[in-house]
């Protein structure tokens, strides 16, 4: 237990905050930094732990709406701006934010809480479960087949345009599972760093913008390889179909002096591969966890999901940090609702945000051990009521 006082940051308090949590970034705050930050760190939704007077962890997070498979997209808190200073780690103060955060969200009537975490040994104690992963690949010598989508126009816009532009064209939850819903308090800050340091580029197609790239590129010539050109990373790509998302390649494979593009954080099942001519020209060099997810309110976020045809089953979820979450839950393509019966399958909190959004197949949870099997006939049900048919992923960093 935690020796600090935990209590919602005051406003006045956010640049301490903000400096605090710096530290345990390794970052150092500037006024210039502060300047840019300060839009985006709200005093609001932001709790904090003091000692001695001074912040020593702060947990905070921004209202947002996440897409559910059939289409809902659901209040949700964005949690972001994590740290507890080295000197007082290990002493429960996340554990206190944690739980004074989600009961906080609540209260408010997020339905989930989502975050991407920096260490994968963090949050599954606190409920979250991995729910969409994302893929990183590199392409190298890559040409689009000569039957992929022709694509539009792509144009190169100044930053004052794009600053103006990619927010409206980011059209979020309305894509996919996982996509969350940019507010501005999340562009405040993207406005600068992501917009202001990189190259935006927008796809036009037979409607009108449909999509838009974010890019740097990096000089990596040296003695030794003069001829190496640039590396070009892709920071955030969405397009609204594949005839966008192929103009957009399209354009990125065309761009001078270009040796390498590294594109980190892509779904799994980004079409890119099946439209070049080489699908090994985009290798697939890492596969990581993307966005964590809590759910809040369970039965809402039970009954705002669609499901495969079936049976329904018969879950027991056990949540003793949020223990208005315990119960049991007939879960069907019908409907969902509590239930006496007894369970067919039992999990923890986190265990149930991995199959949520579709991600994970129970049988492979319950195979692994995190799901209780007391009837085995509830399985096969199981892995057609979850899975969805496009992986969810959610392409905002936070
Ligand atoms: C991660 C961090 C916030 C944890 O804060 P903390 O106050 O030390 O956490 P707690 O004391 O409440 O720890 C709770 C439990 O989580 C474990 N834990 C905490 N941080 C951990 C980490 N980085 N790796 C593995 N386990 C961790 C603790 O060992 C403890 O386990 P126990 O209950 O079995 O003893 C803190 O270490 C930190 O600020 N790290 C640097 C910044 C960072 O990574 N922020 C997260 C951004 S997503």
């Not at 399209?250 to 099942?269: H, K, N, Q, T």
């Not at 223990?323 to 019966?341: D, L």
């Amino acid at each position: 237990m935690t020796a600090a006082e935990i209590r919602p940051l005051a406003v006045g308090e956010e640049r301490v905050a903000f400096e605090l949590l710096g530290r345990s970034l390794h970052a150092t705050v500037t006024d210039e930094v502060w300047e840019c930050r300060a839009g985006s760190f709200p005093a609001e939704r932001r709790f904090a732990a003091f000692a001695g007077g001074d912040p020593v962890g702060v947990a905070g997070s921004f209202a947002t709406r996440l897409a559910v498979p059939g289409g809902k997209a659901l209040p949700a808190a964005a949690v972001d701006g994590v740290g507890v200073r080295a000197d007082h780690t290990r002493r429960g103060i996340l554990t206190a934010l944690m739980a004074a955060q989600l009961e906080d969200c609540a209260r408010r009537g997020d339905v989930v809480a989502v975050l991407h975490a920096s260490e994968t040994t963090i949050y599954g104690r606190f409920g979250y479960g991995v729910a969409t992963r994302s893929q990183a690949l590199r392409v190298t010598r890559a040409a689009l087949r000569p039957d992929a989508p022709a694509g539009g126009a792509v144009r190169l816009l100044s930053t004052a345009e794009a600053r103006d532009v990619v927010p409206r064209l980011y059209a979020g939850p309305a894509l996919r599972p996982g996509m969350i819903e940019r507010p501005d308090v999340w562009w405040s800050y993207a406005r600068h760093r992501l917009i202001g340091e990189h190259q935006v580029a927008v796809h036009t197609g037979p409607d009108g913008d449909d999509g838009f790239v974010l890019y740097r590129t990096e000089d990596v010539r040296t003695f030794d390889h003069p001829n190496t050109g640039a590396v070009l990373t892709v920071r955030d790509l969405h397009a609204a179909d594949t005839r966008a998302l192929a103009g957009l390649w399209r354009f990125l494979l065309r761009v001078d002096l270009v040796s390498e593009i590294r594109a980190p954080g892509r779904p799994l099942g980004d079409p890119l591969r099946t439209v070049l001519t080489d699908p090994r020209a985009a290798a697939v060099t890492g596969l990581d966890d993307e966005l964590w997810l809590r759910l809040v309110d369970v039965p809402a976020a039970l009954a705002a999901r669609t499901y495969g045809p079936g049976e329904p089953v018969v879950v027991e979820v056990s949540d003793p940090l949020l223990p208005s979450n315990t119960g049991r839950y007939r879960i069907g393509p019908e409907e969902v609702r509590t239930t006496a019966a007894e369970p067919e399958l039992r999990m923890a909190p986190d265990v149930l945000a991995m199959l949520y959004l579709g991600d994970a197949l129970p049988s492979a949870l319950a195979a692994a051990g995190r799901i209780e099997v007391a009837d085995a006939a509830a399985l096969p049900r199981a892995d057609t009521l979850f899975p969805v048919p496009v992986p969810p992923w959610c392409g905002t960093p936070f």
